[in-house]
């Protein structure tokens, strides 16, 4: 009459699974750290190809720059068809600088690198050249302004790239 009564479950009177809490937190914080290391890796990676993108941007800008100083001093003073194809070239490149400038300004989250009011001032002289050419007009003094600018921005470039 007073024997002891055969248990059916567990310790806490139903037939639950008792011990899954530990291997299920074993398992989150597994997870947890795999999580952890991916992002690691994620972001070395990424701040790799941060810094190698960074400086071919910056080997680009001063290639097309060269290849803009090279086509401004093909430029003939005597205004020939060639000139204006030359001219094209020289805005060809400093398009190109102006467009990779935006893009490591992008990839840095500066607010600007190389200044715009170098390149606007390019563009001006880059017009008022090509108006002269299209009038006939002499062109020595736009030649020479272009030089000036493209030697000022190439000195832009340099000091940027000393101060960094």
């Known amino acids: 009459m007073y024997g002891y009564k055969k ?3 567990n ?8 011990g899954k809490g530990p291997l299920v937190s074993v398992i989150m914080n597994v997870v947890l750290g795999v999580a952890v290391i991916a992002l690691l890796v994620c972001y070395i ?6 810094s190698s993108g960074k ?8 290639l097309e720059l060269t290849r803009a100083s090279d086509s401004s001093v093909k430029l003939s003073r005597s205004g020939s068809t060639t000139t204006s194809l030359n001219l094209a070239e020289v805005y060809s490149h ?5 467009k ?3 893009l490591y300004v992008t990839l840095t989250a500066l607010n600007e690198f190389i200044p715009y009011r170098e390149f ?3 563009y001006t002289t880059i017009e008022a050249f090509d108006s002269a050419l299209q009038k006939g007009n ?3 003094a736009y030649q020479t302004q272009l030089t000036d600018e493209l030697a000022s921005l190439t000195s832009t470039i340099n000091n940027l790239l000393a101060a960094n």
Request: proline residues 0%; charged residues 15%; glycine residues 10%.
């Open 94 to 98: 400093i398009y190109s600088i102006q």
């Open 7 to 9: 248990r059916s479950g």
């Open 45 to 50: 990676g990424a701040n790799r190809f941060q």
């Open 55 to 62: 400086g071919e941007i910056i080997e680009q800008i001063q």
């Open 120 to 122: 606007q001032a390019i």
């Open 11 to 18: 310790y806490y009177g139903s037939n639950t699974k008792v």
């Open 138 to 140: 002499t062109t020595i």
């Open 100 to 102: 990779m400038n935006d």
